[in-house]
Nanobody, 120 residues
Framework: QVQLVESGGGLVQPGGSLRLSCAAS????????MGWYRQAPGKQREVVAS???????NYADSVKGRFTISRDNAKNTVNLQMNSLKPEDTAVYYC??????????????WGQGTQVTVSS
């Protein structure tokens, strides 16, 4: 199986910064795209940022210029640096990975989520 474990959430004031990290482990042969999603209360889960194994990135318009996604392929980790945080960034953030397992089975896996709260 594959496990994704997130860390780094918390409470921060508007304008502040947080860095989320996610580590994938288990029977991983390789990882294709990795990404971060978020879900605010009463809203649907939405993609925040994604990154390919080659390092190409995409961002939601709402976070462009403020968030930066990065990954370490050797360590199977993905990070999200969040700067200039706004109250509307408050949500549970989920790590996501498209994984090819050693059995040559491919699947999408999710972390358990980490709470980010932006409030004064």
């Amino acid at each position: 199986q594959v496990q994704l474990v997130e860390s780094g959430g918390g409470l921060v004031q508007p304008g502040g910064s947080l860095r989320l990290s996610c580590a994938a482990s288990g029977s991983i042969f390789s990882i294709y795209d990795m990404g971060w999603y978020r879900q605010a209360p009463g809203k649907q889960r939405e993609v925040v940022a994604s990154i390919t194994s080659g390092g190409s990135t995409n961002y939601a318009d709402s976070v462009k210029g403020r968030f930066t996604i990065s990954r370490d392929n050797a360590k199977n980790t993905v990070n999200l640096q969040m700067n200039s945080l706004k109250p509307e960034d408050t949500a549970v953030y989920y790590c996501n990975a498209d994984v090819l397992r050693y059995a040559m089975r491919r699947g999408t896996y999710w972390g358990q989520g980490t709470q980010v709260t932006v409030s004064s």
